[in-house]
């Protein structure tokens, strides 16, 4: 990812929040993961921040993601974009998100996603089902090395199915949760269909302004298959504030 195009990305979202800022509701998400996988070569870190603007009806959100520990040269490894229109319908809470993600897995390759789901929210339960279409792109180290010809250095994958199913113990107005998550969407990887991941989540809010949260990520490989193969898991932990 070329420093120019995030410069110009950094921007843009700054643009985006400083114009909606006067009646929209600030806050940041900041989170750490550390874990274990297949392809990390010991422990990796990562840490994340997003700033967003929420209203009743809508959400902006835009963030970045550092690599603190990994077996790549990769310091700055994803940036995102998002934004959220709600609903509501009876006794159920919908969402409309679009999404655009840049992440860079290794110093040879990084991958470009585009989508959308819609979620629905009702009591215990919540639902997502969407699409995204992604791009492979070698990187100019790669075409280089190898001499990667120019039909080559892009593959498409188009119409990919996301998916993601949760109960929650307790309904979302609550002070603290607990739930369980199945799914193959994650804030910058979205996996194949056949690779979910089991994610145990809870948080606890000790006041109106502050959201204190903790994940478990299990990941296996094949799960449809008659022999499951594991590939990792990681520990997040972070807080959610919002500054008004």
Known sequence: MQPIFICRITAFNLCLIICAAV???????????????????GIFIKSSFSGYLASAKYRVETGFQND?????????????????????????????????????????????????????MRRHFEMALGTNSRTYVFRNRAIEDFEIDKKCRRLHEKLNIMYSFCYNLKQPDDKWNIGLTLTDMDHYIISQ?????????????????????????????????????????????????NFR
Not at 23 to 41: E, K
Not at 82 to 96: D, M
Not at 220 to 241: D, E, M, V
């Open 23 to 41: 009646n929209g509701q600030p806050g940041m998400n900041l989170y750490t993961d550390m874990g274990v996988n297949n392809v990390s070569d």
């Open 68 to 120: 603190l520990r990994s077996p790549g040269s990769v310091m700055f490894s994803g940036c995102t974009i998002n934004a959220s229109r709600y609903i509501v319908a009876g006794r159920s809470r919908y969402e409309l998100k679009g999404f655009c993600t840049w992440t860079i897995s290794s110093g040879l390759l990084r991958e470009n996603n585009i989508g959308a789901y819609i979620k629905m």
């Open 193 to 241: 269909e056949t690779n979910p991941s089991l994610c145990l989540h809870g948080y606890f809010k000790p006041s109106s302004r502050i959201c204190l949260f903790e994940e478990f990520w299990y990941k296996a490989a094949g799960a449809p298959n008659l022999a499951i193969n594991h590939f990792g898991y990681f520990l997040r932990t972070g807080i959610i504030w």
